[in-house]
């Protein structure tokens, strides 16, 4: 995300036109989306997971395993499904 924001400042003036190809593109707009969500709603869900901890709940290996792959799958369906919603203007 971070070489992303780089690369579009970079253009400059084409900042706009590179802004207005991943809106109207099909293709690039839910990966765009995915790219930003992803990192953010793992950490969300990752910061409940250690909540969780700190009132000494799920330290036994099984749930520990059972909740890193609950929060992967979590972060991965909540993103897909941010993907695709549109918010009106």
């Known amino acids: 995300m971070a070489a992303g924001s780089i690369a579009l400042m970079a253009t400059g003036a084409e900042a706009e036109t590179a802004f207005m190809m991943v809106q109207e593109s099909m293709v690039l707009k839910p990966v765009v989306k995915f790219a930003v969500a992803f990192p953010l709603i793992f950490h969300l869900?990752?910061?409940?997971r250690h909540l969780a901890w700190d009132n000494l709940w799920g330290h036994d290996k099984e749930t520990v395993t059972a909740s890193a792959w609950g929060l992967l799958y979590?972060?991965?369906?909540?993103?897909?499904?941010?993907?695709?919603?549109?918010?009106?203007?």
């Open 45 to 48: 869900l990752g910061g409940a």
């Open 74 to 89: 979590g972060s991965v369906g909540l993103s897909l499904l941010l993907c695709f919603v549109e918010v009106e203007e």
